[in-house]
């Protein structure tokens, strides 16, 4: 190739290891040879030319593998959609999760985040397509005042007896650390 190689780099391109199955990774490349080539600049007028023929055959192969390329990148994107999405013909449903009366709510429960008290902790798959999400979980109510003032007793004391033991923790570590 005399013209766009590495050393001549006409039009500032090279095409020294261009290939027909390769023209998708260079696709702005691609796409300006089959402008050119369509619009009879590619080789420029008064160059050396192959055969009408030919350059049709290139410029047609070319457009088949940039379509094809873009018909498969297609796919690939409807495909990964249709996973996002989900089952479109997926039914609604609902899942309560209730809390028994006599589990207590002033300790943290096992897989709930620390510094938690109470409630519940569950593992729950959602439904893929997105739709009908607007109640997921039942929230249970405190029961009473009293119900309610215990429980804010309890917390405050849990508190109080976490800071204590955060502060002599530290003092250890200090003391520790120190010497």
Not at 32 to 59: E, H, T, Y
């Amino acid at each position: 190739m005399s013209c766009h190689n590495e050393r001549t780099l006409r039009g500032n391109l090279s095409l020294e290891g261009f290939t027909l199955d390769s023209a998708d990774e260079t696709g702005a490349i691609s796409e300006m040879m089959i402008q050119k080539l369509r619009a009879d600049m590619m080789p420029p007028p008064g160059a050396r030319r192959p055969s009408d023929d030919s350059l049709l055959d290139l410029v047609e192969s070319l457009e088949a593998h940039m379509h094809d390329a873009a018909a498969a990148y297609l796919n690939a994107a409807a495909e990964i959609s249709r996973l996002a999405v989900g089952d479109v013909s997926a039914t609604a449903s609902e899942t309560q999760y209730r809390i028994p009366r006599w589990v207590s709510q002033t300790e943290r429960v096992d897989g709930a985040p620390f510094g938690t008290r109470g409630g519940t902790s569950v593992v729950h798959n959602f439904p893929a397509d997105g739709q009908d999400l607007e109640r997921l979980l039942s929230v249970p109510t405190v029961h009473s005042s009293s119900t309610r003032a215990m429980s804010m007793r309890a917390a405050k004391k849990c508190d109080r007896v976490q800071a204590t033991e955060r502060a002599i923790e530290q003092q250890k570590y200090e003391q520790a650390h120190n010497d």
